[in-house]
């Protein structure tokens, strides 16, 4: 590859049409010196990101803005978030694509009624193919070949590098056919030899064919167009429209022609032969600002201004992967697209930052900038370099100034630079040191009465510059009382207190005298105590208040100096930095992007990363911010005013798949019922708006109302769902749209309403039998209860009469022992009243005997007879009887019923065996002698039949 394209470019008229499609596979690579032109934004697509081949031969933009990219190994899709490639069916290279968006007609037939609606048609052309994909339901690509269906016989040697739309037809064309599509049918149409692309301008359709000029096709005729003959010895390779029915026609080596009205002139402009020589092979013209784009095979990208100027350059020195350029394209963002041989790059035309980032780029991470005199200064890690404001001319450095430079500062019309070194000033001449001072990080402007005196914060803490008797700024002195600390922050409040920020770590506020020479107050803050932490301070004067930002917490000072939570700045889900502008304007500064805050417009996102750590943005005139970036800067323009018909874009659902079977695809239309299989889902999504850091934030209603955390990744999964009605729902950090997906997940036949109607029936029923069963089961254990209280209940009452039997047995015993006990005084009374009387009687007899006459006969006989009486009397007899009776329970009664012949001394003397009483004791209860009571024994043993050997007293017991 290399000189063989110039050949065939000036041999195309010869060529056959199979080695004329090597005209746009052979590439030539230059290099030039680098220049110092700020460019728009660019992003490099390399092959290892989008994973497929170098070479992209064409691009083109859906409706949905999704890019499709002609790529050697098939159809390429992005959608801002992924790539994806589709292969033809024969795996031919696809050479063009064009995206389409049709209208399908309302059908009916087999119950189905489907309305009219919009149809995503991209179609592809390649080696004796030709078709579209179509978007399914499920989001995915499906492939319809036409050119099978048409069979000429012309297309097995024909490759399709070229589709072109007009108002009525689709146009495939390869070097010698075209085949003309109306929605239906397809005619092939037959050239007069070979030709390039056929272009659509001012609505007429223009063909440059090879060695004889351009022709206009009108129906199915070439008709010449009038004045081109002079193109016929060049190859065109573009026709461009311009105002009033005028074209520009751009050539491969011979620059650039203008027709008007059948005239021919070359267009002659600053750059006209650097584009003869870097061969033009495409050319379209942006929308914005109506600038034309060149694209050359050997020396990358062209901007041109409608009046010829040089706007921009885009080749591998200032970014592009590959200066062989093979596809244009202005997608619905104005952004500019460039199909490559070796990738694709992106550049956003319309956007308000161009940066200065180039491969070889002199400058480094830059750090400090200022405009002096025309000339933008600009200071990095590498030292200070400087090139003409606004131009595109290369940087020099100023000599001298090597190394770390800080600050770059224009005070008074003369250039201050805070150098690792130094502090120096910058002169047309050369430089000045005007300090030893190292590390010069600030310098603040501070009045003293009518005086001005400049303020640095330095490596080694405060130092003050005054004006000399020449007018300029000259080293005065250190400020006293201040330690010796890097001082990287100086900022003054309303009422002149001066607050301090450490290079490192910590916070100070000092007072200082009127001519800042020494501190009359100095209080450093300690964490967690007066904030946070006293790691990387910031501090901001915003709206002409302090403000403090700690440990991604803003805080602002009272009167007392007590730091309380700002209520300028909220806490974000990500942390930021704060940046502040001229009028009113400030900046969010994220890790990976920036949101800049004007008070005419809303917010907006620039995609650019600056210094970590050492985040600066200079304002550098009244139109420009100045970003400081690791490698060179970008330019924001103020003055950039956005297309008041810029659509809001939203998120895309890009695919929802079962998570457990990937490659099974759901609807993305409707409210899709998804099988009671479904409990897991892997949803897809992207925001088409290229180059930028894009955030998500999501959420599925129905499972939960809280949005997730932002993140960058294009897909969520979602596990263990249940069956139920959902909304996914998805919104970017790019604006507040919101994109909505519903959907629902079919219930299980055990989830059903019938399956719980059912369910709650049985449950019903078993909690009916539950409570039968434990009805029953209380009662058997009730009954059981009973009895076992009951036979409680009895054994105790047994116990009871129990022990009231024995206590009434005891009463019993006792009674019949007290009974007895009685029974015995009474026959110990008979005996001892026996007894006495006896002894009575015998004295009475005595006394008789000794007084004779003397005791008349009558006392004494009446005496004699009452004792008599008295001896075992009746009455004694009686109640001895009544108490025997009631302690032995009837005993005479059973005695006379066993033996009725029983005299009453017989039952007098069984009563007195009973009581097992003695022979002597029973004579006096008897009234009889003792040989008298031997023999009633004898006798009443004989009466009863006892025998001898038995004993007569327990005989008595046991009756």
């Not at 060529?15 to 030539?28: A, G, Q, S, V, Y």
């Not at 000339?375 to 090139?387: A, D, T």
């Not at 809303?602 to 911010?625: A, K």
């Not at 001892?832 to 009558?858: C, S």
Request: with cysteine; hydrophobic share 35%; proline share 4%.
């Amino acid at each position: 590859m290399g000189t063989e394209s110039h050949t065939l470019f000036q041999n195309a008229a010869q060529l056959p049409t199979r080695e004329l499609r090597l005209i746009f596979l052979l590439l030539l690579l230059s290099f030039t010196k680098v220049s110092g032109q700020e460019t728009p934004p660019l992003t490099n697509y390399t092959s290892s990101v989008y994973k497929a081949h170098n070479q992209n031969w064409s691009v083109s933009q859906s409706a949905e803005n999704l890019i499709y990219t002609a790529n050697s190994d098939g159809l390429l899709e992005y959608d801002g978030a992924t790539w994806k490639l589709y292969p033809l069916p024969d795996g031919q290279i696809v050479r063009t694509v064009l995206c389409d968006e049709v209208t399908v007609p309302a059908s009916a037939g087999r119950g189905l009624n489907r309305p009219a609606h919009k149809e995503q048609r991209i179609y592809v052309g390649g080696f004796s193919e030709f078709g579209y994909w179509k978007k399914e339901a499920d989001g995915r690509l499906k492939y319809y070949s036409l050119s099978k269906k048409a069979n000429f016989p012309s297309l097995k040697t024909e490759e399709i590098w070229h589709i072109l739309k007009t108002p009525q037809y689709i146009y495939f064309q390869s070097f010698a056919k075209i085949y003309r599509y109306d929605g239906k049918n397809i005619e092939e149409i037959n050239a007069l030899g070979n030709f390039m692309f056929l272009r659509f301008v001012h609505n007429r359709l223009l063909l440059p064919l090879i060695g004889k000029g351009v022709y206009e096709l009108k129906d199915k005729t070439f008709q010449p167009l009038p004045g081109t003959e002079a193109l016929s010895t060049t190859i065109v390779s573009s026709i461009l429209p311009l105002p009033d029915g005028n074209m520009l026609f751009t050539t491969t080596k011979h620059g650039l022609f203008t027709w008007n009205k059948g005239i021919l002139r070359p267009w002659q402009i600053g750059i006209s032969e650097e584009l003869k020589t870097n061969i033009i092979n495409r050319a379209i013209i942006l929308s914005r600002d109506s600038s034309m784009v060149f694209g050359t095979i050997q020396k990358g990208v062209y901007v041109v201004s409608k009046t010829g100027n040089l706007i921009y350059r885009f080749d591998k020195e200032t970014g592009l992967q590959n200066n062989t350029v093979l596809a244009l394209e202005e997608d619905a963002r104005k952004q500019l697209w460039i199909g490559l041989d070796q990738g694709i790059d992106m550049v956003r035309m319309s956007s308000a930052v161009v940066s200065y980032q180039t491969n070889d780029n002199p400058l480094g991470s830059t750090y400090a900038a200022a405009v002096w005199r025309g000339k933008l200064y600009v200071g990095s890690n590498k030292g200070v370099f400087v090139k003409k404001w606004g131009s595109s001319e290369a940087f020099r450095p100023v000599p001298g100034l090597e190394g770390q430079t800080w600050n770059l500062q224009v005070l008074d019309d003369q250039l201050l630079c805070g150098h690792n070194d130094a502090t120096y000033r910058i002169e047309e001449q050369g430089i000045k040191r005007i300090s030893d001072i190292n590390g010069g990080w600030i310098i603040k402007p501070v009045f003293a009465g009518k005086d001005t005196l400049l303020l640095q914060g330095s490596y080694t803490g405060l130092h003050v510059y005054k004006k000399s008797a020449q007018k300029l700024w000259s080293y005065a002195y250190r400020v006293k009382s201040v330690p010796t600390i890097p001082v990287r922050q100086i900022e003054t409040d309303s009422k002149g207190t001066f607050w301090l920020g450490h290079a490192y770590k910590g916070l100070f506020s000092a007072k200082l005298t009127p001519q800042l020479d020494s501190a009359t107050a100095w209080r450093e803050f300690k964490a967690p105590k007066d904030f946070p932490s006293e790691f990387s301070i910031e501090i901001i004067k915003w709206k002409n208040k302090i403000h403090i930002r700690s440990a991604n917490t803003f805080l602002e000072p009272d009167a007392q100096h007590h730091l309380r939570v700002s209520k300028d700045f909220s806490k974000d889900d990500e942390p930021y930095k704060v940046r502040v502008g001229t009028n009113g304007d400030w900046f969010k500064v994220f890790i990976n992007r920036i949101e800049y805050y004007s008070q005419e417009n809303r917010p907006v996102n620039l995609g650019l990363s600056l210094v970590r750590n050492s985040e600066t943005i200079i304002p550098i005139s009244s139109q420009h911010y100045f970003f400081c970036l690791d490698n060179g800067y970008a330019l924001y323009n103020r003055s950039y005013i956005r297309q008041s018909d810029e659509v809001i874009s939203m998120p895309l659902i890009r695919r929802v798949a079962n998570l457990r079977n990937l490659p099974e695809n759901f609807p993305l239309t409707g409210k899709p019922a998804l099988a009671s299989d479904i409990r897991a889902l892997r949803i897809m999504y992207a925001l088409p708006e290229y180059g930028q850091n894009i955030q998500y934030k999501y959420r599925l209603k129905g499972l939960t109302d809280q949005w997730s955390e932002w993140t960058s990744q294009n897909f969520v999964e979602f596990t263990n769902l249940e069956s139920n009605d959902y909304v996914f729902e998805i919104r970017s950090n790019v604006n507040d749209s919101v994109t909505s997906y519903a959907f629902s997940i079919q219930p299980y036949w055990r989830e059903t309403l019938f399956a719980n109607i059912l369910f709650a029936l049985l449950a019903g029923l078993a909690l009916l039998g539950l409570v039968y069963y434990q009805e029953k089961r209380l009662a058997r254990h009730r009954t059981r209860l009973i009895q076992e209280q009951e036979e409680k209940l009895r054994q105790q009452r047994l116990s009871s009469e129990r022990q009231i039997m024995r206590i009434q047995n005891e009463k019993l015993q006792s009674d019949i022992q007290s009974k007895s006990q009685q029974l015995s005084n009474v026959a110990i009374n008979v005996v001892r009243k026996n007894e006495i009387l006896e002894e009575i009687r015998d004295e009475l007899k005595q006394v008789k005997e000794e007084l004779g006459q003397q005791l008349p006969n009558i006392h004494y006989q009446k005496l004699l007879n009452s004792i008599e009486r008295n001896v075992a009397g009746k009455d004694d007899w009686v109640l001895f009887e009544q108490n025997f009776d009631e302690v032995h329970e009837q005993f005479f009664k059973r005695l006379r019923q066993l033996y009725p012949t029983i005299s009453p001394s017989e039952l007098r003397l069984a009563a007195c065996l009973r009581m097992n009483l003695s022979t002597k004791e029973m004579a006096p209860v008897l009234g009889i002698s003792i040989r008298g009571v031997e023999i009633k024994r004898y006798r009443l043993r004989k009466k009863v039949g006892l025998s001898m050997d038995a004993n007569l007293v327990q005989f008595m017991m046991d009756i």
